[in-house]
């Protein structure tokens, strides 16, 4: 890969990086300064603006950004209109369920999700991918879990110190176990 190409591709990544977290930070700094529900309104906002920018600049609408916008309009709205946070708390675990169905459904349909969303950066073999996929399920599954007891045992603002962690946690940990399963699992190619 050329150097021109390889910086092009980081800055994209950094880019897209800045996009998925973007929202989760607006909602962050909207909670400590004006509480939960100007929070949840600035991250349906952000969230949207996010998804807007990001099919303007690709022109295409990936489709899981797509379905998280959703969640965040629909349930973010839910908590708004009927003044209960519950709604908005609910939908990180339901995200990662529907990302963890999703990734299964093309796990078994032979389209796995990572591979089309990182084939172009990662030469895998075809059971790498396999092995990727249902290892992102695994960690989706987890973080479901540990937003829904978060939620549900503690205050709001200890929910919102879990969500801080979780949110670059969370991607830390899919980049690391991609990384572990690349290692293992790399397609060498015949030149």
């Not at 897209?16 to 400590?32: C, K, M, W």
């Not at 996010?50 to 600049?57: K, N, T």
Request: proline share 4%.
């Amino acid at each position: 890969m050329s150097l021109v190409r390889s910086k092009a591709l980081e800055r994209s990544q950094v880019f897209h990086l800045a996009l998925e977290l973007g929202p989760g930070l607006g909602f962050f700094v909207a909670y400590e300064f004006a509480g939960i529900g100007n929070a949840t309104g600035t991250l349906i906002a952000l969230t949207v603006a996010s998804l807007v920018l990001g099919w303007s600049l690709a022109r295409r609408l990936p489709v899981l950004p797509a379905i998280s916008c959703g969640l965040v309009i629909l349930l973010g709205s839910a908590s708004l209109i009927l003044a209960d946070e519950t709604f908005i708390k609910m939908r990180p675990t339901i995200g990662q369920l529907l990302f963890a169905t999703f990734i299964a459904g093309s796990v078994l349909l032979g389209r796995p999700i990572p591979e089309r969303a990182l084939g172009p950066m990662l030469s895998l073999t075809r059971r790498g991918w396999v092995v990727l996929s249902w290892r992102w399920v695994v960690i989706a599954i987890a973080l479901a879990a540990v937003n829904e007891a978060a939620w549900r045992l503690l205050s709001t603002d200890d929910w919102v110190t879990v969500k801080l962690v979780m949110g670059p946690g969370g991607l830390l940990i899919y980049y690391t176990v991609t990384r572990v399963t690349a290692r293992r699992h790399w397609q060498t190619r015949d030149v």
